[in-house]
């Protein structure tokens, strides 16, 4: 670049405020990440979709949680089973075990 560019001032003030907000992306991501919700509890499926499934607890409250690719077909509506899934926040839960409730 010449010298008298009037532009390479205006592109190089860009570059620090970009690098300037960086670190606080990278910290905002590190929180985000670590910012994870297990949660675990028998639960009645409501219903079944081939990505999601709706559970409701024992207190009445629905969840809708993401599931595995190929497992709706072995979970049946109306029956209770203990589940266990993971939640952050911006993401719908995804669900990490479940088993049929001994009754």
Do not use: C, H
Request: aromatic letters at 12%.
């Amino acid at each position: 670049m010449a010298l008298d560019d009037p532009y390479s001032e205006v592109i190089d003030m860009n570059n620090r405020k970009i690098f300037s907000f960086l670190p606080l992306i990278i910290f905002l991501f590190i929180i985000w990440y670590l910012l994870m919700a297990s949660t675990s509890a028998v639960v009645n499926v409501v219903s079944v979709d081939k990505r999601e499934i709706v559970v409701q607890n024992m207190s009445g409250d629905q969840t809708t949680v993401t599931i595995p690719k190929g497992i709706f077909k072995l979970i049946n509506i109306n029956e209770e089973y203990f589940v266990s899934y993971n939640s952050r926040i911006g993401q719908k839960p995804f669900l990490t075990s479940i088993e049929p409730s001994a009754k």
